[in-house]
T-cell receptor
């Protein structure tokens, strides 16, 4: 399984953009980058995913470097409700065999604290 | 569309007992995965069921087992409970076919306390 490195914690002012980095230098060519977040004691919430191109949805934007070794999740206008642990996870979405298919391997994530 | 439903939300059991947790996936999702979350180990994959068959398994002892029914609902069972089994147990459902699986959507979890 590809390993990820995320900063343990980050702070962001309410209303400002939150940029959460993730290093996944060992990601394989067919692994997507998925982002989830977990608000205290709730189930993880899917945010966004991408393979090579940058992606945007109603929650966030995902910027993936050209070499795919790192990515950045951007919350454009952070609110207090965005305070959570954010996980970056390489994920095998396409069945190419092996035991990693369909399995989410969570790291320690980044604790994002949004303050007023 | 209803989300993933886990029951019960909270449970207190005594060491040595067994427990069964239930998960109803999102309608149309046939893949159900189970995860354990503890403060020390974080979120860890237990197993995945698809079409009533276990397709993938994490590194947990045989006391942890599961099954999936024809309506895609899943149960997990933990026998001979230990104090260390106290955790938040999370269920996630995905759409899956032979060639691909989509993003997983999680339930709110079952908080198990073993005393």
């Amino acid at each position: 399984d590809a390993k990820t490195t995320q900063p343990p914690s980050m702070d962001c002012a309410e209303g400002r953009a939150a940029n959460l980095p993730c290093n996944h230098s060992t990601i394989s060519g067919n692994e997507y980058v998925y982002w989830y977040r977990q608000i205290h004691s709730q189930g993880p919430q899917y945010i966004i995913h991408g393979l090579k191109n940058n992606e945007t949805n109603e929650m966030a934007s995902l910027i993936i470097t050209e070499d795919r070794k790192s990515s950045t999740l951007i919350l454009p206008h952070a609110t207090l409700r965005d305070t959570a642990v954010y996980y970056c996870i390489p994920f095998l979405r396409i069945n190419a065999g092996g035991t990693s298919y369909g399995k989410l391997t969570f790291g320690q994530g980044t604790i994002l604290t949004v303050h007023p | 569309k209803a989300g993933v439903t886990q029951t019960p939300r909270y449970l207190i059991k005594t060491r040595g007992q067994q427990v069964t947790l239930s998960c109803s996936p999102i309608s149309g999702h046939r893949s159900v995965s189970w995860y354990q979350q503890t403060p020390g180990q974080g979120l860890q994959f237990l197993f995945e069921y698809f079409s009533e068959t276990q397709r993938n398994k994490g590194n947990f002892p045989g006391r942890f087992s599961g099954r999936q029914f024809s309506n895609s609902r899943s149960e997990m069972n933990v026998s001979t409970l230990e104090l260390g089994d106290s955790a938040l147990y999370l269920c996630a459902s995905s759409y899956r076919d032979r060639g691909m699986v989509t993003e997983a959507f999680f339930g709110q979890g079952t908080r198990l306390t073993v005393v």
